[in-house]
């Protein structure tokens, strides 16, 4: 049923041979209220590139289009609601393990929450489950067709820092990044190697940032301070940020830009990670209200990065 393809950032995920699973209705705002029903769970968004890890509740997941917030304790999750096309309750027989895990029509975990507590994994058994393929019911337009991606052209050419993150959950900003010449704000393209540096930097200074991880049709987010990074041999770089844990393979960066986009406190600049297919894996930002101090260092910090 599930083709994870060379992506999957989910350990332990495949293969399981004695689990039971169900589907339930991933449709908003049902699966909204199904999500947000769970107290404990450890949710996890992201690919072989980037991945984010945090531990807590959801706030109530967005769609591409509505507003959006990061708020400190709550998981922060955004999804294209025309590709999330399957919602799977899994639980392991021989662990007890239980995870509601987000597929896309390509049949792709794009997210997954781990039940951590017996209370929420009781409550699996009240949620209501749907037939297999219950959402075929509802016209879906792929995600390959022009006419799909077109509608958010003018949004992110002209758009604020919002609209540029929809384009990029909309079909992983591939084709925005070739038409990027035609963005009505600031961008350039910087040196991925900084990227170390910011993290380290903001985290000696307690500077608070936020960072955004996408998978396909879904985003993950999360804001605040760094309290610890680190790097590997390989590249890998970790920081964790607020009650989130963010990974980063910078061998797997092939490009990294600087964009400035209209947010709460004006011009907010922010950098995007792209892979080696060019899609856009990760976003280092300011988001919301986070205070004039805040965003004038965070302007200052990011004005002084070198071009690639």
Do not use: K
């Not at 879904?218 to 605040?224: D, I, K, L, W």
């Amino acid at each position: 049923m599930v083709n994870h393809d060379s992506w999957c950032a989910f350990e332990g995920c495949c293969g399981r041979r004695n689990a039971t699973a169900r589907l339930i209705d991933a449709r908003m705002p049902e699966l909204a209220r199904c999500l947000t029903l769970f107290q404990y769970v450890q949710a996890v968004t992201g690919g072989p590139v980037a991945r984010i890890d945090q531990a807590g509740s959801y706030a109530v997941p967005s769609l591409r289009g509505e507003a959006f917030a990061v708020r400190p304790g709550s998981i922060a999750l955004r999804l294209d609601g025309d590709r999330v096309d399957t919602a799977v309750v899994a639980r392991d027989e021989d662990t007890g393990a239980v995870a509601l895990r987000l597929l896309d029509t390509e049949g792709r975990t794009v997210h997954q929450g781990r039940l951590l507590s017996e209370g929420d994994r009781l409550l699996v058994g009240l949620t209501p489950t749907v037939p297999a393929r219950g959402r075929a019911a509802g016209p879906s337009v792929p995600p390959d067709v022009p006419e799909y991606v077109s509608e958010y052209v003018s949004e992110w050419e002209n758009g604020d820092q919002l609209a540029q993150l929809d384009a990029v959950l909309a079909d992983g900003g591939a084709p925005r990044r070739e038409v990027f010449h035609r963005y009505g704000g600031e961008h350039r393209e910087i040196e991925a190697g900084v990227v170390p540096a910011v993290l380290d930097h903001v985290c000696s200074v307690g500077l608070p940032i936020g960072v955004a991880v996408f998978a396909p049709a879904a985003m993950q987010a999360c804001g605040g301070r760094v309290h610890v990074t680190d790097r590997t041999v390989g590249g890998r770089v970790f920081a964790a940020v607020a009650d989130s844990s963010v990974e980063i393979d910078l061998t797997g960066v092939r490009a990294c830009h600087l964009v400035r986009s209209a947010a709460a406190h004006g011009p907010t600049s922010a950098i995007e990670l792209d892979d080696e297919d060019g899609r856009c894996v990760a976003v280092i930002t300011q988001f919301g209200m986070v205070g004039e101090d805040v965003h004038a260092a965070w302007e200052h910090l990011t004005a002084s990065l070198p071009d690639a």
